[in-house]
């Protein structure tokens, strides 16, 4: 449990670790270096958590950088970006003949339909609908009622739910997001195919374009793919998907398919729920469209694959800016400013530049709480104590925080399980979380004295669910009082709110 890396169960992949692109200098496709070293710097300013940022021009990879523990052959969840992939197997579905856009969804799920009649607003909806996320609903349905984002709280049949939960407005009026929609496309696949989404789209097109073997979907808890945003994958393969959509698919996936997706296909002004810039654009078939005359497949926390046909430009991001309002804007910042750089095929080679690029990708790794006070007397006055709390929301009964030198382990007890959580003193340690926070396993903890009484400590769940603890531990006497904020959409809740307590 120290600082080491080695020995994290990090979801890698077993296919040989290699890029299908030309490595070049960004110069040699128009990018000056220095205005990539100036995104990095932005995005360590603005403390935004990346994990990876990746630059394609004219089919050449200029940029590949990892924040450790990040690397090349880490499978990555890519979130909303799997809805953009489910769009991709409809469209292969639709060459075959195998059905059609504006086929009613009732058509194919007759045993999930209500009992007592089937509303009329779910009778008219289509497979279009679905796709430009104009359905009769007004949220995930399978998050009716549920307690926020805690997946243990969601409805137990993710498909049923669509058909069941009622319809409050005709489909197709207007854009409002809903992941259920495209869980029901994913699930509509697999039943005509007969075959899981990820087989179906790897015999498809991933194959062929050298896809890792280990990419995979996450399932549902009645054995259905996660379409709306299950997909494990490399950053390099989401690369190489973005470029193979640019070139124009295939005999299975044509063009056609491919600019009525990533074209706009609806209004995104009024009420879609990120309230932003970039995300008023217009939305095509999974599709986001952006500034700049681009489109996307975006992901929850800072999963990007952005598209910039004039500039022959692709990037792909992957984070986690849960719990942070402004880093997605920190990170299109960043982009654009790469972009807005660009206008000859070729500019003159900046050698400091380079260099000075290189030795910063080299060196990037996740963002850790920052150390303000190198040393604190209360630290040692607080080791090693049991904190009896009084009862509280979250069901914790003790508390105790331990430390060596430069690290502190913190130790909660909730009724008759013990959670252990590691913490570097202004640096990430990184370890195996044990159940039941297995799919939020490994993780990175990094914490600090933020005043001579108040603690920061910051564990960032680096899993299959991407999310992060934060809490701050204030100490006056021999009393203690804890805050707790959990971000991600995660199997492990419950700690979410605020304790007291005393050694006594």
Known sequence: MGAGFSCLRMYTVNTPDFSPFEQVSPESVGIPSKTIVAALDHLTDQRVQMHSLLILRQGKLALEAYWSPWERKTLHRMYSVTKSFVSLAIGILVEAGKLKLDDPIIKYFPEKLPGGGIPPQLS???????????????????????????????????????????????????????????????????????????????????????????????????????????????????????????????????????????????????????????????????????????????????????????????????????????????????????????????????????????????????????????????????NNKTYHLEPNSMGITTAMFSFTSDTGHLTLQKSDKSYHFTFGLGFNTFTELQDPMALSSPAAGSGGWITTNNLGIIIQFLGKELGSLQLEASFSAYRISLCFRLFGELSFTGFTGVASGSTT
């Open 124 to 382: 008219a909806m289509t497979i279009r609908h679905m796709l430009t996320m104009a359905t009769c609903h007004t949220k995930t349905t399978y998050k009716e009622g549920a307690h926020g984002d805690f997946i243990g709280s969601f409805k137990k049949d993710w498909l049923g739910s669509f058909f069941t939960v009622k319809p409050n407005h005709d489909p197709g009026s207007f854009f409002i997001y809903d992941t259920s929609a495209t869980h029901t496309l994913g699930a509509l696949v697999e039943k005509i195919t007969s075959m899981a989404l990820i087989d179906f789209l790897k015999e498809s097109f991933l194959n062929e374009i050298g896809v890792s073997e280990d990419t995979h979907i996450l399932l549902d808890n009645q054995g259905t793919s996660i379409g709306g945003s299950g997909l494990m994958m490399r950053p390099i393969d989401l690369l190489a998907v973005l470029h193979f959509l640019n070139e124009g698919g295939n005999e299975r996936l044509p063009s056609s398919y491919i600019r009525e997706a990533t074209g706009k296909q609806i209004e995104t002004c009024f009420t879609n729920s990120r309230n932003s810039v970039e995300s008023s654009q217009g939305y095509g078939y999974q599709f986001w469209r952006t500034t700049h005359n681009g489109w996307a497949m975006l992901g929850m926390g800072g999963q990007m694959a952005i598209s910039i046909p004039e500039k022959q430009l692709c990037i792909v991001t992957t984070a986690d800016t849960q719990g942070s309002a402004q880093a997605d804007d920190a990170i299109y910042h960043a982009i654009w400013n790469i972009v807005d750089t660009i206008e000859n095929p070729v500019i003159a080679e900046d050698s400091d530049a380079r260099q000075n690029l290189e030795y910063k990708a080299k060196g990037l790794s996740l963002q850790a709480v920052q150390r303000q006070l190198s040393e604190n007397t209360i630290q040692e006055h607080i």
